[in-house]
């Protein structure tokens, strides 16, 4: 599945560059209009972030995402600053196909599997982004700012235990660069945890690394940068995308 991003911050649509907020680089599009581009196009799920809530969640949310939210719920993965059962019912009960849950995984992981089991796996995505050293992919939290030290393979475990569907892993180091995907990550996730479906996400540069990220097994792409630069149209990607599970089932 393509999962075409949008990232928000201060009301308008960016794209940071390896987590960095000083970083950031604005898109002169318009949101609703963007999003209404990508659902003409085919587009099943449109993944929102909320970068000043996922940075500071006590801060109120922008009202822009009152409005996305109602507008096009049934189409929108929202993450950004979810750390509470309060945000996650707030979210589901106006529309949201799926609650992306990153922090609070680290801290509350009792609070994950009681929200997994009451809300159902299907509306919950579980959102692990890690930097790499020593071949060890460690988890970073709040904003991609603190180092939790926890090894990925085994918060994996933990979520797959207590009945995660979903996960969306990003390589930190990826991350609005355009320079490839970390196949090699996804490709040993996917042999170690076959009940999960996996998001990647960050390095998308090309319409190959989409035909190489179906070849490895993923779910989900979610593509950023990518579209707003215009390497390729959603259309052309979403095309590639078929194009590939059509030939693994041949």
Known sequence: MIIPAIDILNGQIVR?????????????????????????H???????????????????????????????GNYIQFAGGVRSERDIEYLLLHGVKRVVIGTAIINHMHDVEKWIHYYGSEY???????????????????????????????VLKNLSDIGIKYVLCTDISKDGTLLGPNLILYQNLIKQFSNIYFQSSGGVCS???IIELN????????????????????????????????????
């Open 215 to 250: 070849k490895v097994g993923v779910h989900g792409v979610i593509l950023g940068k990518s579209l707003l630069e215009n390497k390729f149209t959603i259309l052309e990607a979403i095309q590639c995308w078929q194009k590939g599970l059509s030939l693994a089932s041949m």
């Open 124 to 154: 919950i995505v579980a959102a692990l982004d890690i930097n790499i050293k020593n071949n060890i992919n460690r988890i970073f939290i709040n904003g991609w700012k603190k180092n939790t030290n926890l090894c990925l393979e085994n």
């Open 42 to 72: 085919g587009v099943k799920i449109i993944h929102i972030v909320d970068l000043e809530s996922a940075r500071s969640p006590s801060n109120d949310r922008n009202k822009i995402f009152d409005k996305i939210i109602h507008t096009f």
């Open 207 to 209: 319409l190959n690394d």
């Open 16 to 40: 940071l560059y390896q987590g960095k907020y000083d970083l950031a680089q604005y898109y002169n599009y318009d949101v609703y209009d963007l999003i209404e581009k990508y659902l003409l």
